[in-house]
């Protein structure tokens, strides 16, 4: 990406959010916009694709921390004038000089100890620009492929236990055709004689003097001559493929999984971009899930808790028997160890079983009858001795 790109492009508008937006809105506006354009939501509409684009070029900046202070940074120092005043003389610098902005960009400005140390500033303005000196430039430079991140869900079990799922992925990739040259098969691009293959020319302007990025090559320092049929001579296409992910044992809902050098294809024989897939994981109708431990809710009746019983209780892998004893409270968690989900670092949680009273809707006659005798046989028990103190001293007072 050129300097002119991190001046002039505003990433923050792409993605439909402010300058000051948190990292999880610049993530949730991303992945609404994602699933909107995603080419495969979009069969065969050109804007989507390029809207889809333009949204991951801004997120692969604003996603990334550092890129994006260093956006941020930027941005303020050329769009509010930050520049001026260099040299104390404006551009034009102490003398009448010009002022060279390759030698900004490089670190070595004229006077930077005196004026405090552009070293730093140049430093960094020549790693968000890609560049390391005032002639020197990236274009032939190998650079890395953006990060790509897609959506898959399964079910509650494929969590806990593991899976092997294909993922079809509509996203940029090396074209097969050219290999990535963009040129036509038996053809090979050949060196801008505008920039000699730099990718930048310098221009002066009035004062001083600045470098940008050659207009004949858009920055490349190659010429295609005879493009690529498949890829219009940009070296890479839209493909769909198929990938097989494996979901570890005990993936957690919302949790991402990254598939190395699966991403956007780099230039220059540069490495591949990551693919992220975030996971959304289906509830289940019995179990629940408390990191590694899995939890359940029984319904028992009143008589059971009161009396004591023995319960079947069903597991992922079968059942176990559970032993309630006389008096139990509804509410009580039973544990049972070695019950939960396995992770695929050897840790396994527990079964937590939650014991509730289930009270009848309907009751036929002789059930009530029962139910009324056991109320009068029991009316001097108290369930609620701290209330029912705590009211005779509000009342006595």
């Known amino acids: 990406m050129s300097a002119r790109d991190w001046i002039e492009k505003d990433f923050y508008r792409e993605l439909g959010v402010s300058s000051d937006a948190s990292d999880s809105e610049i993530k949730k506006a991303y992945r609404k916009l994602a699933r909107e354009l995603h080419p495969d939501a979009n069969p065969g509409d050109s804007r989507a694709e390029a809207r889809f684009k333009a949204v991951s070029e801004a997120y692969g900046v604003l996603g990334d921390a550092e890129k994006r202070k260093q956006y941020d940074e930027a941005r303020r120092l050329f769009s509010t004038g930050g520049l001026r005043g260099f040299g104390g003389g404006g551009f034009g610098g102490a003398g009448g000089s010009n002022f060279d902005f390759g030698d900004l960009f490089s670190g070595t400005t004229q006077g930077a100890s005196s ?3 552009f070293g730093g500033l140049g430093d960094m303005l020549g790693n968000l620009f890609n560049r390391r000196s005032g002639t020197a430039s990236a274009a032939g430079r190998p650079r890395r492929g953006a990060d790509v991140e897609t959506e898959i869900r399964i079910d509650f079990l494929e969590a806990v236990q593991g899976a092997t799922v294909p993922l079809r992925l509509s996203s940029p990739s090396t074209c097969d055709t050219c290999l990535g040259t963009g040129a036509r098969a038996g053809t090979t ?3 801008c004689p505008t920039c000699n293959g730099v990718g930048l020319v310098n221009r ?3 004062a001083f003097a600045f470098s940008e990025p050659c207009r004949d090559c858009r920055g490349t320092g190659r010429l295609v001559d005879d493009p690529c049929p498949d890829c219009a001579g940009e070296g890479v296409s839209t493909k769909t493929r198929t990938l097989t992910v494996r979901i570890p044992p005990g993936v957690d809902d919302d949790q991402r999984i990254r598939l190395a050098e699966q991403g956007e294809p780099g230039q220059n024989g540069g490495h591949a971009g990551d693919l992220y897939v975030r996971v959304h994981v289906t509830p289940h109708a019995v179990f629940g899930r408390s ?5 359940i809710k029984v319904p028992v009746t009143f008589t059971e808790l009161a009396l004591g019983t ?5 597991t992922l892998d079968g059942k176990v028997s ?3 004893t006389p008096g139990t409270a509804s509410g009580r968690v039973l544990r049972v ?5 396995a992770r695929r670092d050897g840790q396994v949680g527990d079964l937590l079983v939650t014991l509730q009273v ?3 809707a309907n009751m036929d006659g002789k059930a009530r009858a029962a139910l009324e005798s056991y109320a009068q046989a029991t009316a001097g028990l108290d369930p609620r001795p701290e209330l029912t103190r705590m009211l005779e001293r509000r009342s006595g007072s």
């Open 358 to 360: 289930a009270v009848p």
């Open 291 to 295: 990191g590694n431990d899995l939890t």
């Open 310 to 314: 023995t319960l079947d209780v069903p």
């Open 337 to 341: 160890r070695g019950k939960g989900i």
């Open 204 to 206: 002066s302007q009035g």
């Open 115 to 117: 004026s405090g140390g």
């Open 322 to 324: 559970l032993r309630v």
């Open 189 to 191: 691009p050949r060196t």
